[in-house]
Every structure is written in C-alpha cells, then in structure tokens.
C-alpha cells in the first residue's frame, strides 16, 4: 500500500533534549516535505527536499534540522526543542518537481508536546 | 509572500449544501486545491483546479474559482454527517516556486444531523 510513515505518532520531552521524528515514503516520490499544524495558523512549511542530498527551508525553519540521504527517509531533527515547537507535524510527499499537477501524499502526523 | 485566507468554522445541517471560501494572494498560481483532514489523520487531497478553468466538478463536490477576485470556493452539495472534517485551500506557485504550496489555515466542518 503506497503511504507515508511517521514515527512517533505522539512525543511527549523535555526542554533541550535531540529528538528526531522520522518519515518514510514507499512510493519512489523524489518531493518530501515537513509542515508544522497549529490552530488559526493551517500547516506551515518547515522545510523540504526535491531530491536526495537536495534541502531547503520553508517558511518556519528556525529550531529544526532535516537531511535527505535516502530517496525514502526524510527525518525531522529537534536539536534542542523548546516549548514553542509544540505542535502537530506532518511529513508529505509527491512525485516530481512541482512541474505539473501532482497531489501531496500525508503522513497521519506526530503530535510533539516540548514541557 | 504567499498568503491564504479562510474562515474557521462553517456549520451546516445534513442535506444542505456547504460552501467553503478561501482567498489567495498569489496572483500567479498555478494550481489550487482543496484538501480534507478528518480527526486524527493527515490531508488527503480532494480536488484541485488549474488557474485557467472557473469550475471543475466532481460528483457532490464544486470548485469555484474567480482568478480576478483570488477567490476559490468548495460547494458540497448533498452535505453528510461524513463529510465532518478541516477543509484545507492551498496554492502552488510559481511565485514561490513551483515546489511550494501554501495552506490556508483551514475551515472546520461541522454537520449536524
């Protein structure tokens, strides 16, 4: 079944301490992105990846690191989290480069509480 | 930048039609969808329309788009207790790009029964 995983679905840390959400697609897509969901703000491009070692920020970069060495993994990395990262994250991804109309496919998300 | 506009909350009766509005303004997108997250679960697209077309239809679901206002709008026609979800609009550049698509911060639909 063509999907998107992420693991953990629910992360509850402290303040300060690495975690890494990770993200894995089944469907040879060369697009992989990560967006941040908070209320009366809709989802927010945290960063993405056209292709394997290619990366760039989105809108709301500050605070996360990603890396792309993998066609299929696209982890989201929180070197020292804070309580402001809390949030609903959602990894996506698509086929090609954005060049005709293709669909984004959703992870079910990771819900990150940072005490 | 690119920004994308939508009421939060639309309540409806099951069996009257929906109508979900949003507002861009990227006066050069290319692509906009909609897309539906239900509790619990990532956004699956719904459908999408090509800047050039006004309507697209498929089966209950109506796209309305007037490229002049940057208004795009979602008519369910038909409206279940199923159809009970966040309604996303987003655009696709090439403002920002081709490979950037930008959310709405999304419209709850509740159905009452």
């Known amino acids: 079944e063509a999907q998107v995983t992420q693991n953990p679905r629910y992360l509850i840390t402290v303040t300060g301490k690495k975690l890494t959400v990770t993200c894995s697609q089944n469907m040879n897509h060369e697009y992989m992105s990560w967006y941040r969901q908070d209320p009366g703000l809709g989802l927010r491009q945290i960063y993405y990846s056209m292709n394997v070692e290619v990366t760039d920020k989105g809108d709301v970069p500050e605070g996360y690191k990603v890396s792309r060495k993998e066609k299929r993994n696209f982890p989201l990395i929180l070197e020292s989290p804070s309580p402001n990262q809390t949030s609903l994250y959602f990894c996506a991804s698509s086929n090609g480069q954005g060049r005709s109309n293709e669909k984004l496919f959703f992870g079910s998300g990771t819900q990150l509480s940072v005490l | 930048g690119e920004d994308v506009e939508q009421s939060l909350f639309l309540s409806v009766r099951e069996g009257d039609s929906s109508v979900i509005n949003c507002t861009y303004t990227?006066?050069?997108?290319?692509?906009l969808y909609w897309y539906k997250q239900e509790p619990g679960a990532g956004l699956q697209l719904l459908t999408y329309i090509f800047s050039n077309m006004d309507m697209k239809q498929d089966q209950r679901l109506t796209v309305l788009l007037n490229k002049k206002d940057k208004h795009l709008s979602l008519r369910i026609a038909d409206t279940q207790t199923g159809d009970s979800a966040i309604y996303f609009c987003?655009?696709?550049?090439?403002?920002?790009?081709?490979?950037?698509?930008?959310f709405g911060t999304g419209t709850k639909l509740q159905v009452i029964p």
């Open positions: 987003a655009e696709r550049g090439p403002s920002g790009g081709y490979q950037k698509v930008t």
């Open positions: 990227d006066s050069s997108s290319t692509y």
